[in-house]
């Protein structure tokens, strides 16, 4: 039987991720609004499109365990130099708008304007978070996710400069586990991810972990604070 995405209206909450279709789709909503991000990323739910806004869950997930970051030795001798340099939330909106940018490989992007908006006032809210590298006070690289309790959705990376978009997730993951997150979601393991140690594991699992990550949400704020250090 052919899987019919529901059409959910704006007050209606998500349904199961486990009854998401062969694919991972789940539903589809007229509207991007943080609320309705922030109802996802806590249900394991992901937006990929904008127009219709479409919501995804797949079977498997793919996860970068932040104990077992695997850092390249050529990749680990740039970090220990001042090329670059690294802070948090300093620039959100220039790095989704980089992130957004075609590149090789990527001639076309997710990330549309009803994204930057969304994600924008989320940020706002202190759920979205940047990293972002610098060379010489210029932005060449950067990573976007969403953050809840100890629970991490990288988004997006995009780089200007050689290993700058890689210096971006291997800064995010330190500081990630330095503050005390357990679970790091990269939605799917690509060949470049793959490098730093990702690994797919089956959606009830995700869950699981997903589950574990945010089910002491601190009373505090548990948002990054801006910081800036150098990439070394």
Known sequence: MKFLAPLLADSENFPDPTRASRD????????????????????GI??????????WSPDPRGILP??????????????RTSKFTFTTNRAFAAVIRGCAEPAPGREDSWIGPAFIRAYGHLHEKGHAHSFEVWQDNQLVGGLYGVKIGHFFAGESMFHRQRDASSVALVMAVRQLR?????????????????????????????????????????TGSPNLMASKTKAG
Not at 24 to 43: D, F, H, K, N
């Open 178 to 218: 330095a503050e005390g997150c357990r679970l790091f979601d990269l939605q799917m393991v690509t060949p470049h991810t793959a490098r730093f140690g990702a690994i797919e594991v089956p959606r009830d699992q995700y869950l699981q972990l997903l589950a574990d990550a945010t089910f002491e949400i601190e």
């Open 46 to 55: 992901f937006p990929w499109t904008e127009d219709p806004v479409t919501w």
């Open 24 to 43: 991972g789709l789940v539903a589809i909503t007229r509207l991007l609004t943080p609320a309705r991000l922030l109802e996802a990323y806590a249900q």
């Open 66 to 79: 932040l104990e077992h970051l695997h850092v390249p030795a050529r990749l680990e001798r740039t970090l």
